[in-house]
């Protein structure tokens, strides 16, 4: 069955440092893959959005690789700042297509001063 | 633009009630999404609406369904409550073409069954 994995443990990082969470998959071949940011007790925010023929992609601070070879997603946030804290969750599209996402459990990303 | 309402946000339920929980998605967007939200679980998807007709459901029991009416408005609705549907009811919106398209959520309906 689909699967998606992201670290579970909670990433601490200085401020300044570069953020980088994974996103593993198996039993996948997903036309797309897309990263959301949640901060406690609210809806999950929409970040980026990668094809599976974009290598990289780009937004401020924010970048996301994808590797359809190794199902696998990188999400950096470079110069990271306290206020980037929070649950990082990729989503990939489920069979199906239509709006059908699946989740992985997120990560939690800490950044301190 | 205004984004995502989702109506009660906060809910407290006996076992054995039903709820109906409401979701108004962006202005333009025809798909509507639901998801449970719980610590062990994650979000997992319950069902997607798209002009007015179910195009897609998740692994619930039957009784959790919704519907969509014609102004793209949801409604999701859990019968016969069991403790363990407790959890953060989100909604979320998109364009709802047939590529995969970015989801705008809600701030969710917190659901509380004793």
């Known amino acids: 069955s689909q699967k998606i994995e992201q670290n579970s443990e909670a990433l601490n990082i200085q401020e300044g440092k570069t953020a980088t969470l994974t996103c593993n998959y198996t039993?996948?071949?997903?036309?797309?893959l897309q990263w959301y940011r949640q901060d406690p007790g609210r809806g999950p925010v929409f970040l980026l959005l990668?094809?599976?023929?974009?290598k990289e992609k780009r937004k401020e601070r924010l970048k996301v690789t994808f590797d359809t070879t190794l199902k696998q997603s990188l999400f950096h946030i470079t110069a990271s700042q306290p206020a980037d804290s929070a649950t990082y969750l990729c989503?990939?599209?489920?069979?199906?297509?239509?709006?059908?996402?699946?989740f992985g459990t997120g990560t939690q990303l800490k950044v301190e001063l | 633009k205004a984004g995502v309402t989702q109506t009660p946000r906060y809910l407290i339920k006996t076992r054995g009630q039903q709820v109906t929980l409401s979701c108004s998605p962006i202005?333009?967007?025809?798909?509507v999404s639901w998801y449970q939200q719980t610590p062990g679980q994650g979000l997992q998807f319950l069902f997607e609406?798209?002009?007015?007709?179910?195009?897609n459901k998740g692994n619930f029991p039957g009784r959790f369904s919704g519907r969509q009416f014609s102004n793209s408005r949801s409604e999701m609705n859990v019968s016969t409550l069991e403790l363990g549907d407790s959890a953060l009811y989100l909604c979320?919106?998109?364009?709802?073409?047939?590529?995969?398209?970015?989801?705008?959520f809600g701030p969710g309906t917190r659901l509380t069954v004793t």
């Open positions: 979320a919106s998109s364009f709802g073409g047939v590529q995969s398209y970015e989801q705008y």
């Open positions: 039993n996948y071949s997903p036309a797309y």
């Open positions: 990668i094809r599976e023929n974009e």
């Open positions: 989503a990939l599209e489920s069979t199906g297509g239509g709006n059908k996402l699946t």
């Open positions: 202005s333009g967007h025809r798909s």
């Open positions: 609406y798209f002009s007015e007709t179910q195009r």
